[in-house]
């Protein structure tokens, strides 16, 4: 049993810490995936909220991953562990059943799953989960109780630090489709052999103010009897075919002008301005972008912006700032994929991602003097020092935690 119960725990211990790790450092896509369900669920008034409970969630989960693994608390852990889940057990059943989100958003980009594939995932980690709880007496604790508490203690805190930090700059790992590297236009392309979206024609037609709908192989057609009246033709999708990775990725002028391919060829390099929404972009950050993209079109840089805020808004923000380059629009949910700050800046040559920034990160002028080849853009994605030092330091720390408890694991149980 002793076997048993550790493969178990290491097991929950595993899953946690990697579903806690990967949203810990990406807070805002959780934050946009609660206001999705928020919105589904109509509880717009929690909205507000969907940061903070994305900051403690993903602290949450992690601390009970990394408790499991290093045997603390243990009795209070298999408690939280239970509760948890059982109550998204529950949840991902009844969201399964409702559909009103297509990704549960549970392993945040990493791994995509349907809500279907979450709930039978749930099913089976509750079995080493029931083991873990039954077991939980069971367990020789490595640390006394007062260290525990503070290890306890530290690592939350520590948690909700991480993921503050990386709510300031950018996420520490990029699992989504426009990281560093990507070729937008292949990202595009469907291969050759994968199916496409499948679609049915749908004729509505009214007759006696009832309304119906028929099919192109219905057996009634109305469309050959007068007393019947076509209302509207519909194409509905029946079969969803493989869609890219990037699939939605555009910049069209508020005249409708549409410059993606142009933006995608440019042999030189671009820098794009990106806010989803200017009227939540950082006024601080707008400040800074004003000042960089100065330099940037005085050295001859091309540099566009792209927002889904109505041309109203553009004009009202952007205008007294002076920015001397165009605003596009483009669809916010792809914008908010693109860059996880309001505002942040993206460069790109011959379709590729050379580098991303938050508007706190923003390259040094000095860089922008320099010809842009690839050991210059090696050094504008680069982080700064400081945060190299603390990512070192708590990389280190952990890892001497997880260093001690595994030699003390060998003398336990």
């Keep these: 049993m002793n076997i048993i119960r550790n493969i178990a725990r290491l097991l929950i211990a595993a ?68 509760i948890f889940m059982l109550f998204f057990t529950l949840l991902t059943f009844f969201i399964a059943l409702t559909d009103p989100v297509k990704d549960c958003g549970c392993f945040g980009d990493a791994l995509i799953l349907t809500n279907w594939q979450t709930f039978f995932k749930n099913i089976i980690f509750l079995i080493p ?79 006696n103010g009832i309304s119906r709908e028929f099919t192109l192989q219905a057996e009634e057609q109305p469309w050959n009897d007068s007393t019947w009246t076509w209302v509207e033709t519909k194409n509905v999708l029946v079969k969803e075919g493989y869609k890219p990775p990037i699939h939605d990725f555009s910049l069209t002028s508020m005249k409708g002008v549409d410059i993606t391919s142009e933006v995608l060829d440019d042999p030189g390099y671009s820098f794009l301005v990106i806010a989803y929404d200017l009227e939540k972009s950082s006024v601080k950050g707008l400040q800074e972008l004003k000042r960089f993209t100065d330099l940037a079109v005085e050295y001859g840089y091309h540099v566009y912006g792209m927002s889904a805020s109505t041309d109203d808004v553009i004009q009202k923000i952007t205008r007294p700032m002076g920015y001397h380059f165009e605003f596009y629009t483009a669809d916010d949910i792809t914008l908010k994929t693109m860059i996880r700050s309001n505002p942040g800046l993206m460069l790109i040559k011959d379709g590729v991602i050379f580098g991303k920034w938050s508007f706190r990160d923003l390259p040094e002028e000095e860089l922008l003097k320099k010809q842009m080849e690839s050991e210059t853009i090696s050094e504008l994605n680069s982080l700064r020092n400081n945060a190299v030092s603390i990512i070192a330091i708590l990389t280190f720390a952990l890892l001497g935690i997880l260093s001690i408890s595994f030699r003390l694991y060998l003398y336990s149980d």
């Design 129 to 207: 989960t029931l083991i873990v709880f039954n077991q939980r007496n069971h367990f020789i604790q490595v640390f006394s109780g007062p260290i525990q508490w503070s290890l306890t203690l530290i690592l939350f805190v520590g948690n909700i630090l991480l993921s503050v930090y990386f709510l300031h700059h950018l996420p520490l790992i990029d699992f989504r489709p426009y990281k560093i590297g990507t070729h937008i236009p292949s990202a595009m392309e469907i291969p050759e052999g994968m199916p496409v979206d499948e679609y049915e024609t749908v004729l509505v037609y009214q007759k």
């Design 15 to 82: 899953v946690f810490i990697f579903a806690g790790f990967v949203k810990l450092v990406d807070p805002l896509g959780l934050t946009y995936k609660f206001g999705d369900y928020f919105e589904a669920f109509h509880l717009g008034l929690l909205t507000p909220i969907a940061l903070i409970l994305s900051i403690l969630m993903s602290a949450a989960e992690l601390l009970i991953g990394l408790n499991l693994l290093l045997k603390i608390r243990m009795k209070e852990t298999s408690w939280a562990l239970l």
